[in-house]
Every structure is written in structure tokens, then in C-alpha cells.
């Protein structure tokens, strides 16, 4: 079954950084792009960004610039979403989902989600 | 800017109908996804670009856009399509995504 895999939950300290990746199981990420969407506690979805995989070039959401970083590892095939400068605020599930259109189909599959809590 | 607006709660009785609305003035121009979202666990999509159903989803779900509103339709509700509902709207020129707040429908 093609899904995404993220990896696992992280606590860390206000100011620290941290890194989320995310690989595809089960499908290849060519043709797709791949979004980072946040969850914060007990609230909506929220999208972040998206990433082209072809090109490598990232897109952020007004609200994610600056200390949001998306990346991508051709070489073993994983995106990633560093966060630096950690927040309380920044305590959330960072899902990532990946996606491909056509004229008569929309592929979408997404990660399990990680838990990024930040607390002193 | 670019926002989608949905009803924060929706409560229905197995077997009735639940219509949940997206109101954003982009939608005459750009697609409308439905996700559900149960608790614990990842977004599903249930409706891609305005009224597609992809495999799986059963055919109680369905989808409609018209003008600056899109409407996802449970008929025949069961106890299992208590979630969150969320719609995404996709703007092809700048790229960008926005969700709509999301609507927590309970099953009474």
C-alpha cells in the first residue's frame, strides 16, 4: 500500500531546531509535489508549503517563512522540514503529503504525522 | 487574501444527510478537495476537484461547487463519518493552498 513515512515523535527546548522527514513507500515521488501541512493541538489544518520535487525548489505560506526550511535528498529519496528557532507555539503534528494531477485522476497520500512538542 | 470558510459543527442522526459548506470567493476559479479527518489519524481525501469520488470512497460521499460555494454531501449518514472535515482549495497560478477552518460532524 503507497503511503508516506515520516519519522518519529521529537521533544525539544525552545530555541532548539528540529528535522522531519518524510519517504515515499510503495510509490516514487517523480511526477509528484509534496506539501507540509501543520496540526497544532486541538486544531485545523494549516498548509505550510510544498516542495517541487523536479526542481527542489521550496514554496512557503506567508505564515512559514523564515524559520520553516523544506528540503529533499534525491539520492534517498526524502523530503524534510527543519524547523529552527523552536517556539512553544511551534508544538504540533507536521504532516507531509504528497500529490499528482491529471486530467482524470488526483493521486494524494499522506505521512502518519509527527509530534513535535516544544517545552521547556 | 485567499480564505474558505466552513461551519465549525454539524450534528445528524444515522441515515439522514449531511451538507457541509465551503464558501470562499476564489472557488468560482479553482478546485475544491474534501479531506475527512478522524481522530488520531491522518486526513483522508473523499472528493477531489469539485465532485471526483476517488477508489474507496464509498458512494454515500459526493461533491458539488457552484459559484463562490463547494458542498460535500453525506447521504445516508453512519456513525463511522463522525470526523473533521476539512476543504482545500488549490490556486494553479500562484500555487498556493489554503484549508478551510474544518467542520466537526457528530453522529447522534
Known amino acids: 500500500q503507497a503511503q508516506l513515512v515520516q519519522s518519529g515523535s521529537e521533544v525539544k527546548k525552545p530555541g532548539a531546531s528540529v528535522k522531519v522527514s518524510c519517504k515515499p513507500s510503495?510509490?516514487?515521488?517523480?511526477?509528484?509535489?509534496l506539501n507540509w501541512v501543520r496540526q497544532a493541538p486541538g486544531q485545523g489544518l494549516e498548509w505550510m508549503g510544498w516542495?517541487?520535487?523536479?526542481?527542489?525548489?521550496?514554496t512557503y505560506a506567508q505564515a512559514f517563512r523564515g524559520r520553516f526550511v523544506f528540503s529533499l535528498d534525491t539520492s534517498v529519496n526524502t523530503a524534510y522540514l527543519q524547523i529552527s528557532s523552536l517556539k512553544a507555539e511551534d508544538t504540533a503534528v507536521y504532516y507531509c503529503?504528497?500529490?499528482?494531477?491529471?486530467?482524470?485522476?488526483?493521486?494524494?497520500?499522506w505521512g502518519q504525522g509527527t509530534l513535535v512538542t516544544v517545552s521547556s | 487574501s485567499h480564505e474558505l470558510t466552513q461551519p465549525p459543527s454539524l450534528s445528524v442522526s444515522p441515515g439522514q444527510t449531511a451538507r457541509i459548506t465551503c464558501s470562499g470567493d476564489?472557488?468560482?476559479?479553482?478546485?475544491a478537495y474534501w479531506y475527512q479527518q478522524k481522530a488520531g489519524q491522518a486526513p483522508r481525501l473523499v472528493i477531489s476537484?469539485?465532485?471526483e469520488r476517488p477508489s474507496g470512497i464509498p458512494e454515500r460521499f459526493s461533491g458539488f461547487s457552484s459559484g463562490t460555494a463547494a458542498t460535500l454531501t453525506i447521504s445516508g449518514v453512519q456513525a463511522d463519518d463522525e470526523a473533521d472535515y476539512y476543504c482545500?482549495?488549490?490556486?494553479?497560478?500562484?500555487?498556493?493552498?489554503?484549508f478551510g477552518g474544518g467542520t466537526k460532524v457528530t453522529v447522534l
Open positions: 503529503q504528497s500529490d499528482k494531477s491529471g486530467p482524470s485522476y488526483f493521486f494524494d497520500f
Open positions: 510503495g510509490f516514487t515521488f517523480g511526477g509528484y509535489i
Open positions: 516542495i517541487s520535487i523536479q526542481t527542489g525548489i521550496p
Open positions: 476564489a472557488l468560482p476559479k479553482q478546485y
Open positions: 476537484k469539485d465532485t
Open positions: 482545500l482549495s488549490i490556486n494553479i497560478t500562484s500555487t498556493l493552498r489554503v
